[in-house]
């Protein structure tokens, strides 16, 4: 319901409230406040509005990461690393063995193949954010001497360093595990649990040289059609979640949320779009809209507008064709009007043509008006 008022500062509201809603619920039921914020993330990770809540508390999230990494790094004894080396690093390594082996086992009886559920397994193998708060109550209860605290950071933070080396080569290292080192264990792995084939993932990785339509109203829909009719593929972002579920309806690949932030246009594979129409209600918003898809993107940027006099600022900001509903609307009651009078075409081509030209350079000079 929030969602469909397409009120931002209500939205974030929103958000927050369940979040900490959550985290008093959990509190109240003598569990930790992280976990009630935790809970309260699954939440939303479910719902059609992730994608715009995500972009949201992107910036956050960054900022926050950022003194998160910092304060890690604050709280361990470097002299650690010297003077225990061998159990740290052998500490580290047994972590990131069992939790890559718990996380390859929980995909692989999920029914997914060996190579996915190996992929998920090195993906996960790192000290996770959340044991950062369990170790602060071991800490309160007794269960975990400052020593051991020391070493569990020391063992952290190699796992989080380890993370980006590991997760860029993980399909390499998958590939060659099942395809070199173990050729049939991965085949009888699948067998054993009748694994099928990967399902296509709902977001379409691949997409490229696609049409990308901003704002799915009468406009975007009509697009929309002609592009599916000519076998062309589409994608769209729309933040009214009733028309958001209208287009998941036509099997066109859907993002809900704002084209003014640049995680929602990475959804919808913007920078390997060959055209982008921008067909969105509000001049505003369109100007934001435009200047954040030019600066995700190099594809032909086709914008509607309902008044001539933004065309100007939307030219500005860098769209490459704008087309202008009042300009249009009044060719075309030109047009009728002098058709009905048995005007030679020719002569009614160059008049449309003539008020276009006067019409652009009243834009550029209002003098001229």
């Known amino acids: 319901m929030v969602s469909k008022g397409r009120n931002k500062e209500l939205f974030i509201i929103t958000v927050v409230l369940l979040c900490f809603a959550a985290a008093w619920g959990t509190s109240a039921l003598g569990l930790s406040l992280a976990l009630g914020a ?6 939303i990770s479910g719902t059609d509005q992730v994608h715009h809540a995500s972009g949201i508390v992107q910036p956050f999230h960054q900022l926050f990461m950022s003194f998160f990494f910092v304060s890690i790094g604050m709280l ?7 003077s225990t080396p ?5 500490l580290a390594l047994l972590v990131m063995a069992g ?7 929980a995909v692989w009886l999920l029914r997914r193949p060996v190579r996915t559920a190996l992929q998920c397994g090195l993906a996960l193998f790192q000290v996770g954010e959340f044991s950062f708060v369990l170790a602060l109550s071991g800490i309160g209860y007794g269960l975990l001497s400052p020593d051991h605290h020391q070493l569990f950071l020391a063992v952290s933070i190699i796992t989080m360093a380890a993370t980006p080396v590991v ?13 070199h080192l173990l050729p049939r264990t991965g ?8 694994v099928g084939s990967e399902p296509q993932q709902a977001d379409h990785p691949g997409l490229n040289d696609h049409l990308l339509i901003i704002g799915f109203g009468l406009n975007g829909q009509n697009v929309a059609l002609a592009a599916q009719s000519m076998k062309v593929r589409c994608a769209v972002v729309e933040e009214d979640p009733d028309l958001a579920q209208l287009a ?29 129409v921008i067909a969105l209600p509000d001049g505003l918003q369109s100007k934001r809209v435009v200047a954040n898809v030019r600066a995700h993107t190099k594809a032909r940027l086709v914008v509607r507008s309902r008044f001539a006099s933004d065309e100007a600022d939307l030219y500005a900001t860098g769209a490459d064709e704008v087309i202008s509903e009042d300009l249009e609307a009044s060719l075309l009651l030109v047009d009728r009007a002098l058709r009905a009078y048995q005007a030679p075409e020719n002569g009614i081509q160059e008049v449309r043509a003539h ?15």
């Open 99 to 105: 939790k890559t082996l718990a996380g390859f086992l």
């Open 86 to 90: 061998f159990t740290v690093l052998g």
């Open 355 to 369: 008020l276009r030209t006067l019409q652009q350079s009243a834009l550029e000079d209002p003098k001229v008006g």
């Open 167 to 179: 997760m860029a080569r993980s399909n390499r290292i998958a590939g060659g595990t099942f395809n």
């Open 248 to 276: 998941v309806e036509r099997g066109i690949l859907t993002v809900q949320g704002d084209a003014s932030q640049g995680s929602m246009l990475e959804k919808a594979h913007a920078g390997t779009a060959r055209m982008v």
């Open 76 to 82: 361990v004894d470097p002299g650690l690393f010297v």
């Open 38 to 43: 935790f809970f309260a993330g699954l939440i």
């Open 187 to 194: 085949e009888a792995l699948d067998s054993l649990l009748n």
